[in-house]
């Protein structure tokens, strides 16, 4: 069965855009998702099953929040820049970097908000609850069989 990723946000069956595509989102949970189109399930690589696979790499690094805080002020240094050097521009060149260097600070804030759940083991807390739903969700013989007539990779304790 092929992945949704890669028929570039059409589903497999039937070829239309799947509504609120986004290649570059990832979470955890059910990697199964139905066309609104045609019904049919495909499958999501965007989603991963914990009980199955491994969190990715960064998710219970600190560092990782960190170089997103730093990215944000990067960002918000040369927005900043910018707008004081063009400050003659009253205009939409003004509101423009204005308004992305208030979302600079909105990622710097995210990075350290991250950053601060990796280290609290908040995050570790929350892992460990989705990975305890993957866990659920695959006790079901039918949902883990489904999973892997798409070609998901699932272990045999499973099926």
Request: aromatic share 12%; net charge positive; glycine share 10%.
């Amino acid at each position: 069965m092929t992945d949704i990723n890669s028929t570039g946000g059409k589903c497999p069956s039937c070829g239309k855009p799947i509504s609120n595509y986004n290649a570059s989102s990832t979470d955890y949970g059910s990697p199964i998702r139905t066309c609104k189109c045609c019904g049919q399930p495909y499958l999501d690589s965007r989603y991963r099953e914990l009980a199955i696979e491994e969190p990715w790499a960064g998710d219970l690094k600190a560092s990782t929040g960190i170089k997103i805080a730093l990215m944000g002020l990067f960002i918000l240094v040369v927005s900043g820049g910018i707008t004081f050097l063009t400050y003659h521009f009253k205009g939409y060149y003004y509101k423009k970097l204005a308004f992305v260097a208030v979302m600079s600070l909105l990622v710097i804030g995210y990075g350290i908000f991250d950053a601060i759940r990796v280290k609290s083991g908040a995050k570790q807390k929350s892992l460990d609850r989705k990975k305890a739903e993957s866990e659920q969700r695959l006790m079901d013989r039918a949902y883990a069989q489904q999973l892997a007539d798409l070609g998901y990779n699932v272990p045999n304790k499973y099926l």
